[in-house]
């Protein structure tokens, strides 16, 4: 329980920290801002406290009060509570859930190779001139690559899929980019 409580106010600090180094292409409020971060710590410390889910696997994007669910999940059972669990907090408008149930356990050598992608894919959409972004989540599994999180625009959600596919390794794409 204590390591729970400990892993559940690192999370904090590192979005309370890291969150006011993003920047943003439609404006928002310093208001708007710091009630979205807020919305997002909550929503994740609920998911890790919950027994079903596991809220280390599940990422929380959250724009103007709508939350965004993504990540690789074990059971449907966990996609289930994960939604029931971010409606559940005060303030929040809506909640896209595109958390995907895996396959089974990945083999070590698997999550290895999952990592070395999200990596590439990571450096891929940085890179690229037209997304250059750190705002957009990227979880992998087996090969299969789910981008997640808010874009300022289409053109944007295409180049970053478009980025993805090329990348090597890259067996799918699961496009749960959402334009402002």
């Known amino acids: 329980m204590k390591s729970k409580i400990l892993i559940v106010l690192t999370l904090a600090l590192a979005f309370a920290a890291l969150g006011g180094c993003s920047t943003y292409g439609k404006s928002r409020t310093a208001g708007e801002y710091i009630d979205d971060k807020s919305i ?34 074990d059971s449907q059972a966990q996609v289930d509570r994960a939604g029931e669990i971010a409606r559940s907090i005060s303030n929040v408008v809506s909640v896209e859930n595109n958390l995907k149930v895996s396959e089974g356990d990945r083999m070590t050598g698997e999550y290895i190779d999952d990592n070395v992608l999200q990596a590439r894919v990571n450096a891929a ?56």
Do not use: Y
């Open 40 to 73: 997002a710590t909550r929503t994740k410390t609920a998911l890790l406290a919950d027994s079903v889910t596991d809220g280390l696997n599940i990422d929380v994007e959250v724009d103007r009060d709508r939350v965004q669910l993504n990540g690789f999940v």
């Open 125 to 180: 959409l940085i890179n690229d001139p037209i997304t250059k972004s750190l705002r957009i989540d990227v979880e992998v599994n087996r090969g299969e690559v789910s981008l997640g999180g808010f874009v300022d625009s289409d053109e944007a959600r295409a180049a970053a899929v478009a980025t993805t596919q090329k990348t090597k390794g890259v067996i799918k794409v699961i496009n749960n980019l959402t334009v402002r």
